[in-house]
């Protein structure tokens, strides 16, 4: 984001993005004025987060650390290194592979594999044509590129079936477990069971500081731990961003059965809204990407007269999608979104198709 669309950003007064305008005070004040401070990472706020996501999503242990980039990375650097194997099985669109320049093979000297096809889920009929035998397989939960796409759930309970029955771990990419908990309809603790190590994300849906979790078993989570602080994760104080997890996050999950119905109401409204459309149609969980028929170079122009004229905050460009005159935005809905009506919301959308 260069200069000039941060500080039109700043101006806006309103936005139905995600979790609207959250401003550092709103982010400072959810950390709370009584939080028990932390030391490198233990006691405190930390423990009590940990504790909790432990227990929500029924695990022996978790531990705290400040990326997801680093935490994802060593937990299928602790799955290799116990099986004495290296290959990691993953969807097109995994987020280590196009997102983290390469850490898991140059840090923990992991190699990809490729299961699936980029447009939708994998699925187990995929994982059969996999003969070698795989350190892990990572499944994204709900599959943040394809619009918040989930597996049918008695195939992925197959999916993880396959890895335990091949000798891997099944590992939960769960950055945005909380969508896909309104989407099965099953509480966090129902979708863990199902994998070994299970990563969860407090910044996205929940809105919280930036910070996550890693759970599972006491012997993974303990490593985890260890690799946390060789790899600089382990800060001198790490309350402000448990604390602000931890506040945030029981309010964001009960929250998302609403979120979910209200992202199949915006989907029925652009229904009818010429020039737009969602994928997946339903969305399957609070989020979804949104197709207009138009030019980066509109699209764009029309999010800044919104900006300016309205102080409405949107997507101040698109994603080009390689065909000619249709451009993608990710839809993620939050508490902004919660306060504009899924009309609203439509009529927008279809003024920046032009």
Request: aromatic letters at 6%.
């Amino acid at each position: 984001m260069d200069d000039e669309i941060r500080a039109r950003r700043a101006a806006c007064t309103d936005s139905f993005l995600g979790n609207g305008l959250i401003r550092p005070a709103d982010l400072l004040a959810a950390i709370g004025s009584d939080v028990e401070p932390d030391v490198y990472g233990e006691g405190g706020v930390v423990r009590v987060l940990e504790h909790h996501i432990a227990d929500l999503l029924g695990k022996p242990a978790a531990v705290f650390l400040p990326s997801g980039t680093m935490a994802q990375a060593a937990t299928l650097r602790v799955h290799a290194e116990q099986r004495s194997r290296r290959t990691v099985c993953w969807h097109p669109y995994c987020h280590l592979p196009r997102h983290e320049g390469g850490g898991y093979a140059r840090l923990h000297g992991l190699i990809g594999r490729e299961v699936g096809e980029p447009d939708r889920v994998i699925e187990s009929r995929d994982l059969g044509r996999v003969a070698e035998p795989p350190a892990a397989l990572v499944l994204e939960l709900p599959q943040r590129d394809l619009g918040g796409m989930l597996p049918d759930w008695d195939d992925l309970v197959a999916q993880t079936t396959w890895a335990r029955e091949n000798g891997a771990a099944a590992h939960l990419d769960g950055a945005r477990l909380w969508e896909a908990t309104a989407g099965y309809g099953k509480p966090p603790s129902v979708i863990a069971e199902l994998f070994d190590t299970v990563y969860v994300s407090f910044y996205k849906g929940v809105g919280a500081l930036p910070g996550c979790c890693v759970a599972g078993t006491t012997d993974v989570v303990a490593q985890v731990r260890e690799w946390r602080s060789r790899m600089g994760g382990t800060l001198h104080a790490m309350w402000p961003a448990a604390g602000s997890a931890l506040t945030l996050l029981p309010g964001a999950l009960a929250e998302m059965p609403v979120r979910m119905a209200h992202a199949q109401a915006i989907a029925a409204a652009l229904a009818t809204t010429p020039g737009v459309r969602v994928v997946p149609d339903p969305p399957q969980t609070p989020m979804m990407n949104v197709l207009f028929e138009t030019t980066a170079d509109r699209f764009a122009a029309h999010a800044e007269r919104l900006a300016v004229k309205d102080g409405l905050w949107v997507w101040p460009r698109p994603v080009e999608t390689g065909v000619p005159g249709v451009v993608r935005a990710e839809l993620a809905v939050g508490r902004g979104t919660l306060s504009h009506t899924p009309d609203f919301v439509a009529s927008t959308l279809g003024m920046l198709a032009g």
